[in-house]
């Protein structure tokens, strides 16, 4: 199973709102990983857990606030967000990243819409 | 700093034909990873092929393969007998392999659309 499964598919909220994104992987990697994409644009890296421990936070907004309850879960909290915000997000996973070769396999995204 | 580019910001070939698509990089570094990605219109980032720069032997998957020339810092995806399902944005990538968190990163190019005529 090479699977990494994001839910929900599509999310439109308020500015006010407050909504998390979910990540699911069951291949065993030690690493997941945030990030955002806009439209024709190269994915830009948000976050990365190794671990279930953060390793990276690439000087993300406090608005964004990421999760790892385990190894298989990763969850992103969104609160107070701004239009620019809108966005593909998309989450992927690895293997030990401490391993010599590895990839990244990446899920389906988030479509986000702040209005 | 490492860098990605990728010149032909969109591309078309017909249907079962060959095209290639360009990527250069700028590094010091003797050892990393290179990769071709393929993120289709259902937006799903999907891996195509990836080359280790310590191996000369060009990568090949399929219908896919790359054509590495280290010294000139260039990594071009050749696709033979285009499909239609090979339509999408395709991304050309690097990765460091020293150090601890230079690991995570993956330095990415614009993208290329590639468009198949049918």
């Known amino acids: 199973d090479t699977e990494v499964t994001q839910t929900p598919k599509h999310l439109v909220m308020g500015m006010t709102n407050k909504k998390s994104l979910k990540c699911e992987q069951h291949?065993?990697?030690?690493?997941m990983y945030w990030y955002k994409q806009k439209a024709k644009k190269p994915p830009e890296l948000m976050f990365v857990?190794?671990?279930?421990?953060?390793?990276i936070n690439e000087s993300v907004p406090s608005r964004f606030s990421p999760e790892c309850p385990n190894s298989s879960l990763l969850n992103l909290h969104l609160h107070a967000l701004q239009p620019e915000d809108s966005a593909l997000y998309l989450c992927?996973?690895?293997?030990?990243?401490?391993?010599?070769?590895?990839?990244?396999?990446f899920g389906p995204g988030t479509r986000l819409t702040v209005t | 700093a490492q860098t990605v580019t990728q010149s032909q910001p969109e591309m078309s070939v017909q249907e079962a034909e060959t095209v290639t698509l360009s990527c250069t990089y700028d590094?010091?570094?003797?050892?990393?990873?290179l990769f071709w990605y393929k993120q289709p219109p259902s937006r799903q980032m999907i891996l195509v092929i990836r080359?280790?720069?310590?191996k000369q032997q060009n990568a090949t998957e399929n219908r896919f393969s790359v054509n590495f020339q280290k010294a000139a810092k260039s990594f071009s995806l050749k696709i033979s007998d285009s499909q239609l399902g090979d339509a999408a944005m395709y991304f050309c990538?690097?990765?460091?392999?020293?150090?601890?968190?230079?690991?995570?990163?993956?330095?990415w190019g614009a993208g290329t659309k590639l468009i198949i005529k049918p």
């Open positions: 857990y190794s671990y279930e421990k953060l390793s």
């Open positions: 990538a690097y990765r460091r392999t020293g150090g601890r968190d230079s690991n995570y990163q993956l330095i």
């Open positions: 992927a996973s690895s293997q030990d990243p401490h391993r010599v070769l590895w990839e990244q396999y």
């Open positions: 590094t010091s570094e003797s050892d990393y990873y």
């Open positions: 080359q280790e720069a310590y």
């Open positions: 291949m065993g990697h030690r690493a």
